[in-house]
């Protein structure tokens, strides 16, 4: 710990109290590595402050001593986003303990919640006022608001409402000075130049911390349908999607026959959905908001039964229970843990127009298979809105070290220029964090990355905030 790292910690404790700064190692430990394992950091502090203001004084005095910040709410990150360096030169910012919802308006379909409110939370508080929250993922239990905001998250509910883009109605932010950026208001018409709003959404805390958030709710679920189906192909998938378009289908998720077996394989108290086996299977779920109108059961029953007379699918189970479609959604929610369990890989989050993503999941796979011998590619995760997750796992028996080193950052650049070549992006809801900070840099269409550097080193001179996530200011080095 710096001298000036204690001074810093220790004013923290004098103006906001022992619990706004923890120093004891233990308690530190399990917020210095990744969700998946891959990076691990180091600090002597977690800096936690309780309200907006505190925010504020504590990156007005880090600012001003130069001491980096890194932002952290669930440390959920898929890409080492909330990770601190290694070297111990930054202090952890956890936003856990503002997790209150200040408001949530029923009429104005509109809840402000705090960063640190974890989703589930929020869904759970919602529900009480008949209203929802519609975006859902599998870290929903451990992921917050501000980390949410911060990435841009998506999950498997894009299809119908889009990203946190898209539910994000204003941002409270502070910004590296410690001075505070206050856009909560839910204003339809804003016409006073750039939208800061949209700036520090996805900004991944390199620019601001987010401290409050206000979020665009929609009525609660009347009612749904929840359908498991068997194809030969995710060419057959994408038909599928095309022929059962309906306003009322919310998800669509592909999931591969070699996934779903790892699944089975490794996750108690799972079953196959349906007796006969398939290459590959889709997860559909449909709604209702009105308990007078059709029942999403019976949408997705006829819907179903005319692609399978038509051939589209080769066979198709509609959830008779509650229970049997939470039993689907385990499944899809549980393949980033099977395959964990099921030995090395490397994942990408990756995004191609809709059209061309049949095409890359099978031609791509393909591709990485013949480059990397014993390797087995495969891809899952939201047909619907071209994003799937594009994994190659390691030949069977290859030493974990060994592939991280010696092949997954190959096998990293052949899948990304893959992307690249088909108009996509290395990038489509995880964020960039510091796992791709150098495929961006690499790929990045020059302007692009020229501007986000620019912004960067704009809004925070002193490169405090996340060092070394999305994108360096210009002269900086990564830590």
Do not use: C
């Not at 998250?153 to 119908?160: P, S």
């Not at 950026?181 to 805390?205: C, M, P, T, V, W």
């Amino acid at each position: 710990m710096t001298p000036a790292q204690q001074t810093l910690i220790d004013t923290v404790r004098q103006r906001f109290g022992p619990k706004a700064a923890i120093t004891e190692p233990g308690d530190i430990a399990p917020w210095l590595n990744d969700w998946r394992g891959r990076y691990f950091g180091a600090s002597p502090a977690i800096l936690a402050p309780a309200s907006r203001d505190e925010v504020s004084a504590i990156l007005a005095l880090a600012n001003a001593a130069g001491i980096p910040v890194v932002p952290q709410g669930g440390n959920t990150s898929m890409v080492g986003g909330a990770t601190p360096p290694g070297d111990g030169s930054a202090l952890i910012l956890s936003l856990r303990r503002m997790n209150r919802i200040r408001s949530l308006s029923p009429d104005e379909n509109l809840a402000v919640a705090e960063a640190g409110v974890i989703l589930a939370d929020l869904h759970a508080a919602a529900l009480e006022q008949g209203r929802r929250f519609p975006l859902t993922l599998g870290a929903k239990g451990s992921a917050t608001v501000g980390g949410l905001v911060s990435t841009n998250a998506g999950g498997t509910q894009v299809l119908r409402f889009g990203t946190m883009r898209s539910l994000v109605a204003g941002v409270e932010a502070v910004l590296p000075d410690g001075s505070v950026h206050d856009g909560l208001a839910a204003l339809k018409k804003d016409n006073r130049g750039y939208d800061i709003n949209q700036l520090l959404i996805g900004a991944e805390g390199t620019l601001g911390v987010i401290t409050a958030a206000s979020l665009r709710l929609v009525p609660a679920i009347a009612a749904r349908g929840v359908a498991w189906v068997g194809l030969a192909s995710p060419y057959a998938a994408l038909d599928l999607l095309r022929a059962i378009d309906n306003p009322a289908i919310e998800s669509f998720e592909i999931v591969p026959g070699d996934s779903l077996a790892l699944v089975l394989q490794h996750i108690p108290g799972t079953r196959a959905p349906l007796e006969s086996e398939h290459r590959w299977h889709v997860l559909i779920e449909a709604v209702s908001t009105n308990p007078a109108g059709e029942t999403p059961v019976a949408l997705l029953e006829g819907l179903l039964a005319g692609a399978l007379e038509s051939g589209l699918a080769a066979d198709a189970v509609v959830a008779a229970s509650e229970a049997q479609a939470e039993a689907m959604w385990r499944i899809r929610d549980s393949l980033s843990e099977a395959e964990r369990a099921s030995g090395p890989a490397v994942q990408h989050d990756i995004s191609v127009p809709v059209a061309d993503m049949p095409r890359f999941m099978v031609e791509g796979a393909a591709e990485a298979e013949r480059a990397f011998p014993g390797t087995h590619a495969t891809a899952f995760g939201h047909l619907g809105d071209g994003n799937v997750h594009f994994h190659v796992r390691a030949a069977q028996g290859m030493d974990r070290d060994r592939f991280y080193a010696e092949q997954a950052p190959a096998i990293t650049r052949l899948v990304h220029d893959m992307v690249v070549a088909a108009g996509g992006s290395i990038s489509a809801e995880h964020g960039i964090g510091q796992m791709k900070r150098a495929e961006l840099e690499r790929l990045g269409p020059p302007a692009r990355i020229a501007m986000l550097s620019a912004i960067k080193a704009a809004l925070d001179p002193n490169a405090i905030l996340n060092p070394g996530k999305l994108v360096l200011a210009p002269g900086r080095r990564a830590p």
